[in-house]
């Protein structure tokens, strides 16, 4: 499980958007659906394309959620990455996608 592994991600729509955004953290992140096992502190890059763009961002940070494949309930298998302080810019064109939605009850992939 150690070492750098890069992940890609395109999120299709705002509702996905705001049940991946991890908000709670402090430079923010998002949850990757994956069946990969990664451990808790790995780094990955994440290859990030969002609603309605066709920019792919690059972005760098550490895994802080583990969803392993095979859990239980309603729970989709992935990783939480927390985003580096160089990833800002994400951060906030993500939060301006979802301006006004991010202090409703919706359901998350992690919490």
Do not use: C
């Not at 802080?64 to 939480?80: D, L, N, Q």
Request: no cysteine.
């Amino acid at each position: 499980m150690a070492g750098k592994k890069a992940l890609s991600l395109t999120i299709k729509d705002t509702q996905t958007l705001l049940s991946a955004y991890m908000p709670m953290l402090e430079r923010g992140g998002l949850f990757v659906p994956t069946q990969e096992r990664y451990g808790l502190g790995q780094e990955v890059y994440l290859f990030l394309t969002l609603p309605e763009e066709n920019e792919r961002f690059s972005v760098t940070g550490q895994v802080v959620w583990v969803s392993p494949p095979g859990v239980t309930g309603h729970r989709v298998p992935g990783i939480g990455i927390h985003f580096s302080a160089d990833d800002q810019a994400v951060r906030d064109h993500i939060e301006s996608l979802l301006a006004g939605k991010l202090n409703r009850d919706a359901p998350t992939y992690t919490l």
